[in-house]
């Protein structure tokens, strides 16, 4: 039964790990900034709800990647959920031409990758919203203002946001969005650490992610 409760665990932490993709991916207002996709670089964010809670999330451009002649990067995410534990999921994350979005998703759960379907109806509203670019008319530029993170001191311009409300401080030094802080209605996040040099953590090997067969397999001792 070993086997059957290890996938059982596997499946559990899958699916209870999409909302964090939900909450940390590049549609939601936290990830709209400056487009700066630099391969190796990313960011580390300490993010804190108006709860008291925290959690730190890192961002990393591991890649690139024709898609249909444009220009993609592999944008990846590493967290710690509090109820699916460790993880890191990535896209495959084009921003030109007619259709951008993200094209594939990539996600590692307790040591097991799979990729995962971006055709349901949830999934392609994300694809279809990579994140808004607030140089390109995103938000309000505010003006220019010095931010002080525990990453260091930055000149940033700043912006607001209305759908949600939001203020957004971004610099061009910072891959891939250029985020520096942020505070919302919900939460905030602030740069903790510049990366370089960054890999990916998924070491496959991918597989299509099948609830159904999971289930089946971990019906068998």
């Not at 993170?149 to 939001?166: I, K, L, N, Q, V």
Request: glycine share 14%; with cysteine; hydrophobic share 35%.
């Amino acid at each position: 039964m070993r086997m059957g409760r290890r996938i059982g665990l596997t499946l559990a932490a899958v699916t209870l790990a999409i909302p964090a993709w939900a909450q940390f991916g590049p549609r939601t207002p936290q990830m709209n900034g400056i487009w700066h996709p630099v391969v190796g670089a990313g960011a580390v964010y300490e993010m804190s709800a108006h709860d008291g809670s925290k959690n730190e999330m890192e961002i990393a451009v591991v890649g690139t990647e024709k898609v249909d002649g444009q220009d993609g990067y592999w944008i990846e995410m590493t967290f710690q959920d509090p109820r699916g534990g460790s993880g890191a999921m990535k896209t495959l994350t084009v921003m030109g031409g007619p259709n951008p979005g993200a094209k594939r998703m990539i996600m590692q759960m307790n040591g097991q990758a799979f990729e995962m379907p971006i055709n349901s109806s949830r999934m392609s509203g994300q694809a279809r919203s990579a994140g808004k670019d607030l140089s390109k008319g995103g938000g309000e530029r505010v003006g220019t203002e010095t931010i002080t993170t525990p990453a260091g001191t930055f000149e940033c311009e700043h912006y607001r946001t209305a759908d949600p409300p939001s203020d957004v401080w971004v610099s061009a030094k910072i891959s891939p969005w250029g985020l520096v802080k942020t505070q919302g209605k919900d939460s905030n996040m602030v740069l903790t650490r510049v990366i370089t040099g960054a890999k990916t953590k998924i070491t496959g090997p991918v597989q299509p992610f099948d609830p159904m067969k999971m289930m089946q397999q971990g019906q068998h001792p």
